[in-house]
């Protein structure tokens, strides 16, 4: 079984709905919090889908939510300047951030897929981050209606790499069109949001 399976695949653009959820794997077994767990979400988003799902999870749960931040300032409409930072694995600089992710067990982590890669924002991000002992949940933003095993593999190594234990991912398919500024409402993909957080022992 692929690596931060348990994936639920959501499809949520107007025309699609949502058409597919596989919510019957792992995560039941080995995830779930308990009262004493403190949980952050923490995600990083340029055009504000990431944002949207991190919003809408922040609004289900109560829980603190952190963007990551870069200092450089990126333009949309450089696609392929933005997309071959990501293909070639770079790291940008990234602000301090406000909570240290030592005061919390659990971490809900936002993440998109540029040019079939973690951006380079999240890959600083995941080189800067002390995940010893913590549980980890991806939530991943994308056009590609496919489920990014790529990403999630990828990150999950880096995350246990240090220490953490990646439980469960959800992928949100939130589409992209570089000359239109559309972002996924947090509406389209409340139902599948909430499901994933009962599912993962959040929500009851
Ligand atoms: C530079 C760039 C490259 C992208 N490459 C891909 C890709 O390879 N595969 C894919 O499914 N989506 C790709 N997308 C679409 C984004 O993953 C999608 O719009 C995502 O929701 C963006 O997250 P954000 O809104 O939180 O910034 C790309 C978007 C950008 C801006």
Redesign the pocket.
Known sequence: MPKGSGTVTALCRPDNDIIELDITKKALAVGGTNMADKNLIV??????????VAKEIEKQTSFTAQRIEEYKVRK?GN?IG??MG?FLGFRSKIRPMDFLISDYNNILL?A??????TTPAMNTYLRKASFKGKKVWLFI????EKI?QGIIDSMTDRIEKKGGKVIDSIS?????D?KVET??SQEEISAAVHEWLVKNGFLS
């Open positions: 995600y990083y988003s340029m055009l504000g889908n990431t944002m949207a949309r696609l933005n997309a990501a936002g998109q897929v540029w040019a079939g890669k933003t994308k056009a590609d990014p949100i398919t939130a589409g992209f570089p972002v996924i």
